[in-house]
């Protein structure tokens, strides 16, 4: 198992930036597609974000698009989200996710994913 530890969040305003971090330990994970997930209360757990393995494949949510973005830094063991343009719906607390070693292709789905980061909250002020 990865172990997997956000940070990065914080309060902003709606129009604002944050960049939250997503760290592994125990493996590289270089051969994993890592997701963003982030839950608000009182909703359900939804995919945000995910890249392959080798950084050439991504997906993202469509509320999303053209304001997030995923990237990683292998050597680092890193994966970063960029969220600029927030608004006040993307409250919630964002979790990093990683696929099982060997399994480098993205999914949106959360059953493909075996490790699971604590969070950190984003709050995007009105």
């Known amino acids: 198992q990865v172990q997997l530890v956000e940070s990065g969040g914080g309060l902003v305003q709606a129009g604002g930036s944050l960049r939250v971090s997503c760290v592994a330990s125990g493996r590289t994970f270089s051969s994993s597609a890592v997701g963003w997930f982030r839950q608000a209360p009182g909703k359900e757990r939804e995919f945000v974000a995910c890249i392959s393995g080798s950084a050439a494949i991504t997906y993202y949510l469509d509320s999303v698009k053209g304001r997030f973005t995923i990237s990683r830094d292998n050597a680092k063991n890193t994966v970063y989200l960029q969220m600029n343009s927030l608004k006040p719906e993307d409250t919630a607390v964002y979790r990093c996710?990683?696929?099982?070693?060997?399994?480098?292709?993205?999914?949106?789905?959360?059953?493909?994913?075996?490790?699971w980061g604590q969070g950190t909250q984003v709050t995007v002020s009105s």
């Open positions: 996710a990683a696929r099982p070693q060997g399994w480098s292709g993205p999914s949106k789905e959360r059953a493909d994913f075996s490790s």
